[in-house]
């Protein structure tokens, strides 16, 4: 599942992440596990950020004419959301649904504490909070400045 912004946003909303992901300067969207889905103005082209993975934790989808385009294309595509949410399954996300409510646009579930200080990343230690404030404390955790 993904949320797509009424108003896109600058790479600043995400904290330490905005001096590494290069001409993608405006956010565009979010999934529900806080992966940001990022564009750049200057070429069209599209990127998605998975703050949480470990090592290449930045796909690359190209030029599209639009984010029309690109929603019909990729993010449409159901191989999209499943890799977006490996290793977890759609009923571990129902769950965490079921029992913290559906998130908000600006808003995801993120394991407390982040694996990368020792948290096991298991669903039942899922909270619901702001994306954006997840994603800088997830770099953060990550060493990243």
């Not at 796909?59 to 599209?64: I, T, V, W």
């Amino acid at each position: 599942m993904y949320y797509l912004l009424d108003k896109k946003k600058s790479v600043d909303y995400i904290g330490v992440w905005a001096n590494h992901i290069g001409k993608h300067t405006e956010i565009i969207g979010h999934t529900i596990l806080g992966s940001i889905i990022l564009y750049s103005p200057d070429t069209n082209e599209y990127l998605v950020l998975h703050p949480r993975m470990s090592g290449s934790n930045a796909k690359f989808y190209g030029e599209f004419d639009s984010i029309e385009e690109f929603e019909n294309t990729i993010l449409k595509d159901p191989g999209f959301n499943q890799a977006c949410i490996e290793p977890l399954t759609q009923d571990d996300i129902q769950n965490m649904i079921n029992r913290l409510g559906q998130p908000k646009t600006e808003e995801c579930f993120y394991p407390s504490p982040d694996p990368a200080i020792g948290g096991s990343g298991e669903p039942e230690t899922f909270n619901k909070g702001n994306v954006w404030i997840s994603a800088d404390i997830s770099g953060q955790n990550r060493g990243l400045e």
